[in-house]
């Protein structure tokens, strides 16, 4: 995106950051069409292990089926009752909480519990989802006809090529909540203007005053010099609509959001450590990052009450440091547009 057309691009209408009838529009165009990751693929590792999970307001599950995983809506068929309860677990089959129809992990009905009359299970299996692993982390769609899985990833894969992430082991997971519309969140990740402001322990470590976003298409790669000149040896790698990756020699930082209302946002991270990693070392990154994170969600909860305030008009974007909130806004223009 050119520095001109940054220029000229002002910040989209506080209405589309409060509108019940927009964050309708904006799952089902975004979140339902592109993937989302919801963790470590070994939460999901042995036959029959389940993850429920509620994206964006689609109610999801990814199953082991001896070895093969499977991602459906977790809806029955019959009137809607939800087939496990949220959270992880382990089951031979799916039974509906509601009335008892039962599946198999695939998805095929096989018995309509004292229904009365005959039901064709060819007619009535789950709706599927879709759902891919990558180097140790997993991935959920709500819809199946979403982007191949390889090519949505794009620069994020060349980007960590060299980052042994598969021997990392999962030692935190943590889910946080906001009191902002998801954008807002997505915007603020996406520019490191704020840092000197918002973050006085961040900006102590890196130079914020040469933070850079480098716009690949739908991906950004963030860099920025230490204090001291050095360049950080890890990588700082966001997808749209809400992944973020933070690469390190010794570990990694995963983080997903996506929206669970009109002014609310789930972040959820999983933190990943090469084995032999000293625990100070691990907690002290955790707690770092959480730190950062509760320094996001209030200054994005401050701009969450000025959008809703009805006082709020439409801003400009900085050539310089805000090329990524452009890039969000233009993506989600986008995937509105295609729908």
Known sequence: MSSDTIRRRTVTDATAYVDPARYEDE??????????????????????TYLSVWVAGFPLVVVNDGGTLRAHQNI???RSGPLV????????????????WAYALDGTLTSARDFGEEVDPADFSLTSASVATWRGLLFVAGDPTVPDFEEW????????ANFPMESFEVTHRS???????????AENYQEGYHIPLVHPGLNR???????????????????APTRDGAVTDGAWLWRFPGLALNLYPSGLCLESYWPTGPTSTRVEYTFC?????????????VTSSVAILDEDRAICESVQRNLASGLARPGILSPRHE???????????DALARA
Do not use: M
């Open 27 to 48: 799952r089902r165009a975004v979140f339902a069409r592109e993937w989302t990751s919801v963790g470590a693929a070994s939460r999901v590792a042995a036959p029959g």
């Open 76 to 78: 029955c068929r019959h």
């Open 85 to 100: 309860d949220d959270g992880s677990g382990s089951c031979g089959r799916f039974v509906c909480r509601y009335h008892g």
């Open 153 to 160: 990833l794009g620069p994020v894969a060349r980007h960590s």
């Open 175 to 185: 889910s946080h909540d906001l009191a902002a519309n998801w954008k807002v969140y």
């Open 205 to 223: 470590q890196i130079d914020s005053s040469r933070y850079e976003v480098v716009v690949n298409g739908p991906a950004t790669v963030h860099r």
């Open 273 to 285: 450590f090469a084995p032999g990693t000293p625990a100070d070392e691990a907690e002290g990154s």
């Open 323 to 333: 090329a990524g909130v452009a890039q969000v806004q233009a993506l989600v223009d």
